[in-house]
């Protein structure tokens, strides 16, 4: 059980103790896994930025992911849950094309405190608050993955143990720590005690900490 999401990034950071000193490249999934990356990032000596993905939810149910979209545009789909509520590309399309404008908006926001680091050669360590069906993690690695980063490890608190066998199969990740995964996952709120929505505004100031130190 984690307090919160910084507890669970201190948490999560004392699992990673062996990347300290290697300067990884620390790549939260916003908003929440911005907030674990920071505390990550923070106990590596690590740089932090942000990796700009959105779920894409299915009709009646936007919670549950379908896929998830990244800064490059391409869809990015759990064939399995979009078959079974018959998605077609017509509805793919036009939330795909609003989820891409929801991530130009944000990285307006965010990029005029931050600038973007290039994760070639780098090693990239993304993550998130938590992992449920995976879109959007999956989603995050095939867009670092172009930029042909040196690794890519993936970190999160808590995920269902299909899923973590689905991301730790992608031949591009080097490295999977979660560490939690219950028998009955529920979502990933049940290993917290508070999982507030987390705003934008706090992104951001959380962003000025660490465009400071560079």
């Known amino acids: ?34 907030v674990v990356a920071a505390e990550v990032a923070r106990a590596l000596g690590g740089e932090l930025d942000v990796l700009f993905v959105k779920k894409l939810g299915a009709p009646d149910n936007p919670e549950l992911a379908i896929g998830a979209i990244g800064e490059d545009g391409k869809p990015c789909l759990n064939d399995d849950i979009a078959r079974t509520f018959g998605v077609g590309h017509e509805y793919v399309s036009r939330l795909a094309a609003r989820r891409l404008e929801e991530i130009r908006k944000q990285a307006r926001l965010y990029r ?29 690695i095939q867009t670092v993955h172009v930029d042909q980063p040196e690794s890519i490890a993936v970190a999160v608190p808590v995920g269902p143990d299909d899923t973590l066998m ?24 049940q290993v917290y005690g508070d999982f507030e929505q987390v705003e934008d505004k706090a992104v951001v100031e959380l962003l000025k900490e660490f465009a400071a130190l560079t």
């Open 166 to 189: 689905r991301i730790r199969e992608m031949p591009e990740v080097t490295d999977l720590i979660c560490l939690e995964s219950p028998e009955w996952f529920n979502g990933v709120s």
């Open 1 to 34: 059980m984690f307090a919160n999401r910084q507890d669970a990034g201190r948490k999560l950071a004392g699992a990673l103790r062996a990347y300290r000193g290697r300067h990884p490249l620390v790549l939260g999934l916003p908003r929440g896994g911005v």
């Open 112 to 140: 005029a405190v931050i600038k973007k680091s290039s994760p070639a050669g780098r090693l990239c360590v993304l993550v998130d608050d938590g992992l449920a069906t995976g879109a959007s993690m999956i989603a995050a």
